[in-house]
């Protein structure tokens, strides 16, 4: 099981900040993705990455960039929030197979 | 066409029932599959996954692939207030390099 860590958990911010939502795992997986996901509705992967200095866009277009400077850490910028941005934020990881394992998220509220 | 689909539900059962949580996919390739539990405001936990056809226990859970119609299932056997949450199956996508989410399907287990 992986133990994975994302920090804030919660954040109010105004728009027009920039921010970054932290993600960190100690398990050595490379791959690693970046999902939004608003209230009682389905998951959207976002970003994702299979490895240091490796990342791509997921299924779902974002205004959010990622970097992969290190395995363990992947962080997610949002250079100029919107109210629009307002969600949850979820961060996975996985290693050689196919299942994902996933923090607590971090739900943003943009005014 | 989605590569993998649930019904939202909500599905509301008493205290005690046998649940049958069902998800359908298209990718007929892969035989990796995977059931997510997710409660209110958390990230997803990896509650069970399976190979092939098949049936996989774990405790009151039950997991089964019928790979002939492309048909997932997880029952859950006396069901308590606390397994009320939404259920997320989980596949290879169409492309067979990750897993795609279902919408979820909210459980309501009632004392």
């Known amino acids: 099981e992986a133990d994975i860590y994302q920090t804030p958990r919660y954040l109010v911010i105004g728009t027009g900040k920039k921010i970054t939502l932290e993600c960190s795992q100690t398990?050595?997986?490379?791959?690693m993705y970046w999902y939004q996901q608003d209230p009682g509705m389905e998951l959207h992967l976002i970003h994702y990455s299979y490895g240091v200095n490796s990342t791509e866009k997921g299924d779902l277009s974002s205004e959010s960039t990622v970097s992969r400077i290190r395995t363990e850490h992947f962080p997610l910028t949002l250079e100029s929030a919107r109210p629009s941005h307002t969600s949850q934020y979820l961060c996975?990881?996985?290693?050689?197979?196919?299942?994902?394992?996933f923090g607590p998220g971090t739900r943003l509220t943009v005014t | 066409q989605k590569e993998v689909e649930q019904d939202p539900g909500p599905l509301s059962v008493p205290e005690g029932a046998i649940v049958s949580l069902n998800c359908t996919y298209s990718n007929s390739a892969f035989q990796y599959f995977m059931w997510y539990r997710q409660y209110s405001r958390k990230g997803p936990e990896l509650l069970m996954y399976t190979y092939s056809s098949g049936n996989k226990e774990d405790g009151r859970f039950t997991a089964q692939v019928d790979k002939s119609s492309k048909y997932i299932s997880l029952f859950i056997r006396d069901s308590q207030p606390s397994d009320s949450a939404t259920y997320l199956c989980a596949g290879p996508n169409n492309a067979g390099n990750m897993l795609t989410f279902g919408g979820g399907t909210r459980l309501m287990v009632k004392p």
């Open positions: 398990m050595g997986h490379d791959k």
């Open positions: 996975a990881s996985g290693g050689q197979t196919y299942e994902q394992y």
